[in-house]
Each structure stands twice: as structure tokens, then as C-alpha cells.
């Protein structure tokens, strides 16, 4: 059985939304009409692709999966199946996109799929590197173990991805404001003002004649900025879409003083993560790195990492083939050395993970203290600016009159 998303009108015509299961869209019509609700629309659950990469996420959230994957560790670990923790997770569930999402994989489980394969129907919820794990944990037998190691990572992942973006959504506001405060001063407030020195006639100040330019610039050709600012958002979008152009900025990107050192980080935390769950879950070293190097964002590191594959394949140590890219800081590859030394690598590199997640935020709180105090300063020398524009007309009147 599968899992159909239904709109359907009931007895006072309100329309009611659900999630039910059955074995065609036929059969869940007439199921729907026999409860006494008129049927609008009955799809089966399945990927949508969404043609706008900026349109709002259609499955699970990241708190979702998060959820989702401690319950079902904590029910595997209580012994019950797969198809009964499912069952059990997607009645806890009552957002209606994710329960459905749940309830298909339960029916394709329930048909003898393997619970990564009916994970598959949803690739972009399930990444690679989760089917691949939750695989690992089917065929090896520690289903549970795998799924608590699942867990934690999807929980970190979530609590880091938070943390970054709380530091950064108050200055993010702090700019918005400060744009649409400055703006409203030069196209509604300086007009008005300047408007009594010009009518006296006599000649206006350089910086109060520049702000009145500035002023009818933003009156009669705001339209044209903003039209100017999304074509040129939209065509440095396009423009990055080209695996060349994106290749080089990546490129570019691991060179830049400071951008270089938070990609370069959160990059090795994200594959150092990845790599220690799928080895501890018993995956192949090769196998492991080339599903961990498809978390990796940056196309030029993870052309990188698709050399550090084949190196390792032919026989080389993981430090000296991840070394060979050029990209990883020292500490890291260090921490890599000893962990293969020592027989405990996948320890390691939870260990250097959550070191260069720590890195990441605590460098992204520097900037954000330094970007608070940074905004008050420039926006305390644009009003001064404004300010003085206004200003200095009246001290000349005054001169003129004394």
C-alpha cells in the first residue's frame, strides 16, 4: 500500500486536508466518499522537484529529520521492527508533508524493501550519505547502534546550522532597517527640507546640492535600481550554474583571506562527520569517502577529494591522499594521521569535526561583533551626512543675515 496527500470537501463544503494510505488513487476516492467527504484531488506521495531552487522546501525540515531519526533509533533500539517504528513515528507526526513521506516508506518496507531503499523515494530529504549509512546498519546488523551514531550527527548538524544562523539574523536586520531608514530620509524627508533654502535663491552648499542629486536620483529611478539589482541577482545566479564559472569561484573562494578559512572549515567538519559515521557503521574506507565527499559544497575541494579516492585505492595513507589537496588545515590532517596510527580514525574524526565546527562558530560570532558596532558607525556617518546637508543652507542664511 502506498501513502496518497488528499483535498477534499466535507458536508459544509470546508476543505479538509489529510494523508491516508491505500492501493490506487481509485480506491482512496471511494474511501473518502464512503466517509462521507467529496474528493478534490488524491496524489500518491512521492519527490517534488521544485523548478525554483530558492522555492521553500516541500519534505522534511532539518528539525524534522533530526526527529525523525531519534525516534526511530529509540524504537529500534526497543526491539520492534522497522515497519512498527515507522508506523509508531509517523503517529507522532502532524505536519501532513513529512507524516506522508513516512507513511511511503513504511509501505514500500511493508512490500520487502530494505529500509534505505524505500528511503530512496525521497533523495533529496534522504542524502546519499544517510541511505548509505542506514544500509550499512542493515547489512552489518546494528540497525539500532547505527541509527543512535545517525542521530547525533543529524542533532549537531541542526544545533550548528541554528547557531550560525541566529548569530547572523540580528545584523541581517540591522542592514535591512538601516537601508530602508537611510532611503526614506533622502526620498521623503531631505526633499522638503531643502525645498525652503532653495525657494530663498541663494546658492546651496556642494554637500547639500550632492544629497538633493542624490535624493532625485532615488525619486525617479528607484524602480530602475531595483529591476538593475535583481537582473543582476538573477544573472549571478545563471552564471554560477555553470559547472565552469563554479568551479573557478570555488577555486577562488579557498584563497580569500577570511571566506577561505570558514570554507575551508565547515567543508572538513561536514566530510570529517560524514566520513567517521559511514566507517564506524562499517562502510569501506574507499566507498566511505566517496559517499562523504558529496557532502562537500565546494566544487574545487571536492574535485580534490575524488583524487584523495583514487590514492587511497591504490594504496595510500587517508592523511597523505587528503594532504595532497592542498585544503585541509594542518590540525586536521594531523588528527587524521594519528587516528589511522592509533587503529581509532573514526574517534578521531568525530573528534576533529566537532574542533572545526567549534572554529567555525566561534569565527562567525568574531565577525558578528565586529559587523554590530561596524553598522552603528556607518550609520551614524550617514546621518551625520544628512544632517550637515540640512544644516549647513541655514548656517549661510544666518551668515548672510547677520
Do not use: C
Amino acid at each position: 500500500m502506498a501513502a496518497f496527500e488528499y483535498v477534499a470537501l466535507d458536508s459544509r463544503g470546508r476543505r479538509k486536508k489529510g494523508v491516508t494510505e491505500g492501493d490506487s488513487s481509485r480506491q482512496v476516492r471511494q474511501a473518502l466518499r464512503d466517509t462521507g467527504l467529496t474528493p478534490l484531488s488524491v496524489d500518491i506521495t512521492r519527490e517534488r522537484g521544485d523548478g525554483f531552487r530558492w522555492a521553500f522546501p516541500r519534505g522534511m525540515s532539518a528539525l524534522d529529520q533530526a526527529l525523525f531519526t531519534r525516534q526511530m533509533a529509540t524504537m529500534i533500539s526497543a526491539g520492534l521492527p522497522v515497519e512498527e517504528s515507522l508506523d509508531a513515528v509517523a503517529g507522532q507526526i502532524e505536519k501532513r508533508r513529512p507524516r506522508a513521506m513516512i507513511m511511503t516508506v513504511r509501505g514500500r518496507v511493508r512490500e520487502g524493501h530494505t529500509l534505505a531503499a524505500a528511503l530512496g523515494e525521497f533523495p533529496s530529504t534522504f542524502s546519499d550519505m544517510y541511505r548509505s549509512t542506514v544500509a550499512a546498519g542493515e547489512r552489518s546488523g546494528h540497525l539500532d547502534a547505527v541509527l543512535e551514531n545517525l542521530a547525533d550527527y543529524t542533532e549537531a548538524s541542526f544545533e550548528s546550522r541554528r547557531n550560525v544562523e541566529m548569530a547572523l539574523f540580528y545584523p541581517v536586520v540591522l542592514l535591512v532597517f538601516a537601508m530602508l531608514i537611510v532611503g526614506a530620509l533622502l526620498v521623503y524627508i531631505v526633499p522638503e527640507i531643502v525645498q525652503v533654502f532653495e525657494d530663498t535663491g541663494s546658492e546651496l552648499p556642494l554637500l547639500t546640492r550632492l544629497m538633493i542629486s542624490l535624493s532625485e536620483f532615488l525619486q525617479g529611478y528607484l524602480w530602475v535600481l531595483a529591476i538593475g539589482l535583481l537582473v543582476v541577482w538573477f544573472g549571478v545566479r545563471r552564471l554560477l550554474a555553470h559547472p565552469g564559472v563554479r568551479l573557478q569561484w570555488d577555486r577562488r573562494k579557498l584563497v580569500l583571506p577570511l571566506l577561505g578559512r570558514i570554507v575551508r572549515g565547515s567543508n572538513a567538519s561536514r566530510y570529517a562527520n560524514t566520513l567517521s559515521i559511514l566507517t564506524s557503521s562499517g562502510v569501506p574506507l574507499v566507498e566511505a569517502m566517496r559517499i562523504a565527499g558529496e557532502v562537500v559544497s565546494n566544487q574545487w575541494l571536492k574535485r580534490g577529494l575524488s583524487d584523495a579516492v583514487q590514492l587511497v585505492s591504490e594504496g595510500s595513507s587517508l592523511r597523505a591522499a587528503l594532504g595532497a589537496s592542498g585544503h585541509f588545515p594542518p590540525m586536521f590532517l594531523h588528527m587524521v594521521a594519528s587516528g589511522e596510527s592509533s587503529g581509532e580514525l573514526d574517534t578521531m574524526l568525530r573528534k576533529v569535526a566537532r574542533f572545526q565546527q567549534s572554529e567555525i562558530e566561534r569565527l562567525t560570532n568574531a565577525l558578528v561583533r565586529v559587523f554590530e558596532p561596524t553598522m552603528m558607525v556607518i550609520m551614524g556617518l550617514v546621518v551625520v551626512t544628512i544632517v550637515l546637508a540640512i544644516l549647513l543652507p541655514i548656517l549661510s542664511i544666518h551668515e548672510l543675515v547677520a
